[in-house]
């Protein structure tokens, strides 16, 4: 693991410990939102009226720093989903990326996509939370988790109904943690050791990832032609939130990228 993965995930330990005295699983199981039916993540990105891309709200990350602190929950993911995102990615990790559990839950009660949980998730606890905030899917880092683990985690996830993103950084990661219990694919082409950005990670991996998974390409995507690539090698999704982020309005920023991914696959199918 990288230092600013070891650095999250020690500080994530000591919050979930916290919430844990704080807020019982019996208190998380009677919020309004745990017994709402969760909407298939996996379902939304496979629909050929939409674009596939999972759009993301994150105001700061460890290596870009803050990249708008201005933009609305509210009004960024619901623009993002009248641009014809297939899903919402919510940070929820309020340290490292200035995230909040409060942010998910706004999302949730505007937009009926589903909604990805982005968060650090090492704990069932979290598991629990995420269904008790709105949340239809969770994501779980290959990097952070044993295998063993990663896969107990799944499943409990699956257990209560939540669909699953495993995110992987090479093939060695891959490998190791593919299990049953997973419903997307997720390959980060930001290194975690350097922070560098490489699209070949992507693929790269494509085709090692078995056809059952929804595989959807992470991180550092700026030109509506790379989705056009990445579809053709197979990728069925895209996780772009950055790219939005950066501008003063993110929807409108979302909008422009998805009329011309919308043009320009148009375009390739007439070829």
Same mark, same amino acid.
């Given at each position: 693991m990288? /230092?600013?993965?070891?650095?999250?995930?020690?500080? =994530? @330990?000591? *919050?979930? $410990?916290? &919430? =844990?005295?704080?807020? +019982?699983?019996?208190?998380?199981? &009677?919020?309004? %939102?745990?017994?709402?039916?969760?909407?298939?993540? &996996?379902?939304?990105?496979?629909? +050929?009226? =939409? !674009?596939?891309?999972?759009?993301? %709200?994150? &105001?700061?990350? +460890?290596?870009?720093?803050?990249? /708008? /602190?201005? $933009?609305?929950? *509210? @009004? !960024?993911?619901?623009?993002?989903?009248?641009?014809? $995102?297939?899903?919402?990615?919510?940070?929820?990790?309020?340290? %490292? %990326?200035?995230? $909040?559990n409060e942010d998910l839950t706004i999302a949730r009660r505007f937009n009926f996509c589903p909604i990805l949980r982005k968060d650090f998730v090492i704990d069932e606890y979290q598991i629990v939370e995420a269904k008790s905030i709105g949340a239809d899917c969770i994501l779980l880092i290959a990097a952070a988790l044993e295998p063993k683990r990663l896969e107990e985690l799944a499943k409990f996830a699956h257990s209560l109904g939540l669909e699953v993103l495993m995110e992987v950084h090479d093939q060695e990661e891959l490998a190791a943690s593919l299990n049953d219990h997973l419903d997307l694919v997720g390959v980060n082409n930001r290194s975690l050791k350097t922070f560098e950005v490489s699209l070949d990670t992507s693929f790269d991996l494509v085709n090692s990832i078995p056809d059952t998974f929804v595989k959807i390409s992470e991180s550092g995507i700026s030109d509506p032609k790379t989705l056009v690539e990445l579809k053709r090698a197979g990728f069925d999704g895209f996780l772009i939130g950055e790219n939005f982020m950066k501008s003063i309005r993110p929807n409108q920023a979302a909008l422009n990228f998805m009329n011309k991914f919308r043009e320009l696959e148009a375009a390739s199918l007439t070829k």
């Open positions: 990288s /230092n600013i993965l070891e650095k999250i995930i020690a500080h =994530k @330990k000591e *919050e979930v $410990a916290e &919430r =844990k005295s704080l807020v +019982p699983v019996k208190m998380l199981e &009677r919020s309004a %939102f745990f017994e709402g039916k969760v909407v298939s993540i &996996r379902k939304y990105i496979q629909d +050929p009226e =939409k !674009t596939g891309i999972i759009a993301e %709200f994150k &105001r700061k990350s +460890p290596s870009k720093g803050i990249i /708008n /602190n201005t $933009a609305k929950v *509210e @009004k !960024t993911s619901i623009g993002y989903m009248q641009s014809g $995102a297939s899903a919402l990615s919510i940070l929820t990790d309020k340290e %490292f %990326f200035g995230g $909040a």
